[in-house]
């Protein structure tokens, strides 16, 4: 029953971002999404799952549900990323960063 309840609840989390996903799939916009919580949701995933997976291998108990979410989240993410960078009609702060920079 407990992998049952892991499985939910790691199915609905992720695909939360999926609406977002298809939204800007369909429409090539990004303006409206935050560029600082794209990278902070990156960087949370990316922690967290880490930690989990050395956590899982020195205890030896792998929670595969939570492998499901974050490895499909994160694949969701690199296209909201993508798409942030590519779509977006006016430069993001980190494209005005690095212009500064080059200058």
């Known amino acids: 029953m407990n992998e049952v309840v892991g499985w939910i609840g ?3 989390f992720a695909i939360c971002a999926l609406p977002q996903v298809i939204h800007t ?3 090539r916009k990004t303006d409206d999404v935050s560029e600082i919580f794209l990278w902070l949701w990156f960087w949370g995933e990316v922690f967290t799952f ?3 997976l050395v956590d899982d291998i ?3 108990n ?3 549900p939570l492998y499901f979410n974050y490895l499909f989240n994160l ?3 690199f296209y909201l990323i993508y798409a ?3 779509y977006n009609s006016k430069p993001t702060g980190l494209a005005l960063l690095f212009q500064k920079i080059r200058k």
């Open 10 to 12: 790691s199915l609905l």
């Open 58 to 60: 020195t205890s030896k």
């Open 25 to 27: 799939f369909k429409t």
């Open 84 to 86: 942030k960078y590519t």
């Open 75 to 77: 694949l969701l993410l």
């Open 50 to 52: 880490t930690y989990i």
């Open 62 to 64: 792998y929670h595969i």
